[in-house]
């Protein structure tokens, strides 16, 4: 005989009512009570093994339109800074450390969203992601159009950090719980790269060809901010704390802050978290100095060296989009590694052939192979960690990599200032090398199926992840030194 969750309830709140001296109406009644209530709430698919879809309810469909949109102001947001450096530079009369402080500020507030995130779903729902971002978003960029004093511009950037990592939290770990999810985040993600190719372009062309201030592009940037406020927060009305809650019942901790303990506790939470946090450094870096490497290391002319920047960010975008239906095909362990061994050697090639067309090819492939990780990397989490850790892990694990975009390219700019901006690409192939080691550290092997076996056997219940402490030659040896760091499977 199967017990279903609300029999479980039912009884158990009868059981302790009783005890009380209450009189309870019959168990028929209670059920119906229950179930009306679940209805109120709407419940966005109550956890169970039916992953939910971009398009079922349909109101999914403009949901998922609206995070999309979310994620074009992210990355125009994150690519404006790459194309405006040399333009802040002159207005404010400031050298590269100190110009590199508008990367870094916005991780203060990335490291805010990675750990109230979970907090927020519980209190608030979607909703509250929904109305909460874009709005730190407008307030960070009124205080942009007036161009303040260069201190405050840092301190502001908090505020949009906190709004773009709440985001990137909370969108990813939606997104990437439903039915093919390699190719949404795709999409989801090529969106991000869809702004950030448009981005330098508008940007470069205002100052350029219009001869207007830096600061004029923000103008921009409030007005489809106030756009994404009003079409989420109409999107997302009924996604509130209550239908969160509803939706997933094991985490009776209005707070949030239970589980996310839990998943800080979990090793898979901080490698993801990791491997994003230096692929966000990586590509935010390389979008952030190309533009200044081209023009002081290439000598290529300023317009042009905005398109170089923009060609990468639309080989990003492509990639997103095009890989995101062959990662999910080939495995996702076994492609990203793969992607990370060509990005290695097209950085290799960018460093060491000193030619501006050349480097302006190799930048657009280089974007084109490191699009997928970011998505792939959600997916990956996902099948590794249990269901009831999805919001809280992935959502702290997407903000906290978020803020790769602001510490490592204030890295760069603080060595650039001593050693020159010509680092920027020995630091890159650094960085890659790194990342492909921290993907190699997940479990679950280089077999197509190996992570949907581990899947499959932490949903039967039978095991955590599949034992590998026995495996044999180069597999066997990674799985034994991640047991070793960080003392589980």
């Known amino acids: 005989m199967v017990i279903s969750s609300t029999d479980y309830q039912v009884d158990s709140e009868k059981q302790d009512m009783s005890r009380g001296g209450f009189t309870l109406p019959p168990d028929n009644e209670l059920k119906q009570g229950v179930e009306s209530t679940e209805e109120q709430l709407e419940p966005q698919h109550i956890e169970n093994n039916n992953l939910e879809q971009w398009n079922s309810p349909s109101i999914n469909k403009y949901r998922y339109l609206a995070a999309n949109f979310g994620f074009i102001i992210m990355g125009m947001n994150d690519a404006a800074y790459g194309a405006l450096i040399p333009y802040l530079e002159e207005y404010y009369n400031i050298n590269y450390t100190v110009i590199s402080l508008v990367f870094l500020a916005p991780f203060i507030g990335y490291s805010g969203a990675a750990l109230l995130n979970n907090k927020v779903h519980m209190r608030f729902g979607q909703l509250g992601v929904a109305i909460i971002s874009p709005t730190c978003k407008i307030i960070a960029y009124v205080v942009t159009c007036v161009h ?278 020995p630091i890159v192939l650094a960085i890659l090398v790194a990342i492909l080691a921290l993907w190699c550290m997940l479990p679950g092997g280089f077999r197509k199926s190996g992570l949907d076996d581990l899947q499959r056997e932490r949903d039967e219940g039978r095991v955590g992840v599949v034992e590998e402490g026995m495996a044999k030659g180069f597999e066997g040896k990674i799985a034994r030194l991640r047991i070793k760091i960080f003392g589980v499977q």
């Open 148 to 425: 303040p004093p260069f201190p405050v511009l840092p301190i502001i950037f908090v505020l949009s950090g906190f709004g773009n990592g709440l985001e990137d939290g909370g969108w990813n770990a939606w997104i990437g719980n439903m039915e093919n999810a390699n190719e949404l985040l795709g999409f989801l993600h090529g969106a991000y790269g869809l702004g950030a190719t448009i981005s330098p372009l508008i940007a470069t062309a205002m100052v350029t060809k219009g001869n207007l201030q830096w600061y004029m592009f923000y103008y921009i940037m409030l007005g489809v901010a106030v756009l994404e406020l009003i079409l989420c927060a109409w999107f997302f009305r009924s996604a509130t704390g209550a239908a969160h809650r509803a939706a997933h019942p094991t985490n009776n901790d209005k707070t949030g802050m239970s589980r996310t303990r839990e998943a800080l506790k979990n090793p898979i939470t901080w490698i993801c978290a990791l491997f994003l946090l230096f692929y966000v450094g990586v590509e935010v870096s390389l979008g952030g100095w190309l533009v200044t490497f081209m023009l002081k290391v290439r000598h290529g002319k300023a317009f042009e060296s905005g398109l170089v920047v923009t060609g990468f960010w639309l080989g990003l975008t492509c990639g997103r989009v095009i890989l995101g239906f062959v990662t999910g095909k080939i495995g996702e362990k076994i492609a990203i590694a793969a992607y990370m061994v060509i990005c290695v050697g097209l950085e290799l090639c960018f460093w060491l052939i000193p030619n501006f067309i050349a480097s302006a090819i190799l930048a657009a492939w280089l974007g084109f192979f490191l699009g997928p990780l970011f998505p792939a990397a959600i997916v990956v989490a996902t099948k590794l960690l249990p269901r009831r850790l999805h919001v809280s892990a992935i959502g702290f694990a997407a903000a906290f990599g978020g803020g790769g975009a602001a510490v490592l390219p204030f890295a760069v700019g603080a060595i650039a200032q001593a050693k020159g901006v010509s680092v920027l690409q």
